[in-house]
């Protein structure tokens, strides 16, 4: 039953897609056309500098769009395998500086004798990107977002059983109400604005945490900041030591 309502659930949210999203890509193509057209008739380089900008972001932020898109809609199963965290979340670094901008410094807080956990190495990479970009937000003024793993043995809670990682990202930003946690996991619940958040963060983070068997829990208080933790299940086998972390979904040019 459970599964026939998400799906029902997931159809629904797909069916707002033409409105909602649509309407966000009507925008972001429109800054990119009038810039364009702009462009046409500016020959000073400064505002040409100026107007290129604005329709890079407009771009990327349409990709964005498009990647959280494909993460939540992809029909196919995510594929599990052994993965170091401390590596697959180490080889972010870069990528989360980029994404994030220089207002909020990542910490990463990971323990020494973690435990491989079985995850999609993509589907993570994605998940945390969109907390931490979620953490960014909260803090306008800047801030420091920690990444933090634990190894949690002989759980139980909820469904849970057996040995399991958590993995928190940790900011010391605005803060949930009771109510919009309650409703965070909503496909399309944002109370950001238009064009700037599209509700699927965290509806995709749910669907990534119980696909992978394991759990998301979320803490947070009003002018003091957000925990969301990932329990994810440790792995059996070892991840492969040899080569590059596994491949993640985002791309690294950019
Ligand atoms: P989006 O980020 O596009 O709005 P999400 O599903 O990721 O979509 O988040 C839904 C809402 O949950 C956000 O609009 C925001 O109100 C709230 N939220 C999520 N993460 C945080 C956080 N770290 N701190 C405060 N509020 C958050």
Same mark, same amino acid.
């Given at each position: 039953?459970?599964?026939?309502?998400?799906?029902?659930?997931?159809?629904?949210?797909?069916?707002?897609?033409?409105?909602?999203?649509a309407?966000?890509?009507?925008?972001l193509?429109?800054?990119?056309?009038?810039?364009?057209?702009?462009?046409?008739h500016?020959?000073?380089a400064?505002?040409?500098?100026?107007?290129?900008?604005?329709?890079?972001?407009?771009?990327?932020?349409g990709?964005?769009?498009?990647r959280?898109?494909?993460?939540?809609?992809?029909?196919?199963?995510?594929?599990?395998q052994?993965?170091?965290?401390?590596? &697959?979340?180490? @080889?972010?670094r870069?990528?989360?500086?980029?994404?994030? !901008?220089?207002?909020?410094? %990542?910490? =990463?807080? #990971?323990?020494?004798?973690?435990?491989?956990?079985?995850?999609?190495?993509?589907?993570?990479?994605?998940?945390?990107?969109?907390l931490?970009?979620n953490a960014?937000?909260?803090?306008?003024?800047?801030?420091?977002?920690?990444?933090?793993?634990?190894?949690?043995?002989?759980?139980?809670?909820?469904?849970?059983?057996?040995?399991?990682?958590?993995?928190?990202?940790?900011?010391?930003?605005?803060?949930?109400?009771?109510?919009?946690?309650?409703?965070?996991?909503?496909?399309?619940?944002?109370?950001?604005?238009?064009?700037?958040?599209?509700?699927l963060?965290?509806?995709?983070?749910?669907?990534?945490a &119980?696909q992978? @068997?394991?759990?998301?829990?979320?803490?947070?208080?009003? !002018?003091?900041?957000?925990? %969301?933790? =990932?329990? #994810?299940?440790?792995?059996?086998?070892?991840?492969?030591?040899d080569?590059?972390?596994?491949?993640?979904?985002?791309?690294?040019?950019?």
């Amino acid at each position: 039953i459970e599964d026939s309502l998400r799906q029902a659930q997931k159809i629904e949210a797909l069916g707002q897609l033409t409105g909602g999203v649509a309407h966000d890509f009507n925008n972001l193509l429109m800054v990119i056309l009038g810039g364009l057209e702009m462009l046409d008739h500016t020959d000073e380089a400064a505002r040409r500098k100026l107007l290129m900008d604005g329709m890079r972001q407009a771009a990327h932020r349409g990709a964005s769009l498009t990647r959280q898109l494909l993460a939540f809609s992809r029909r196919q199963a995510l594929q599990p395998q052994p993965v170091d965290l401390a590596r &697959q979340i180490g @080889g972010m670094r870069e990528l989360l500086a980029r994404s994030l !901008g220089g207002n909020v410094q %990542v910490q =990463l807080e #990971l323990s020494q004798d973690l435990w491989p956990v079985h995850v999609d190495p993509g589907e993570l990479e994605l998940v945390v990107l969109n907390l931490a970009v979620n953490a960014r937000d909260a803090m306008p003024k800047g801030g420091a977002i920690v990444i933090r793993a634990r190894n949690v043995p002989s759980l139980r809670l909820d469904g849970l059983r057996g040995d399991f990682v958590r993995l928190s990202i940790i900011d010391t930003g605005v803060g949930m109400t009771t109510e919009v946690q309650r409703r965070v996991f909503e496909p399309f619940f944002t109370t950001k604005d238009v064009g700037k958040g599209s509700g699927l963060g965290l509806a995709q983070v749910y669907g990534f945490a &119980q696909q992978s @068997g394991g759990n998301v829990q979320i803490e947070s208080e009003v !002018g003091r900041g957000t925990t %969301v933790a =990932l329990l #994810l299940p440790r792995s059996e086998s070892q991840p492969e030591r040899d080569g590059p972390a596994p491949e993640g979904l985002i791309p690294e040019a950019g």
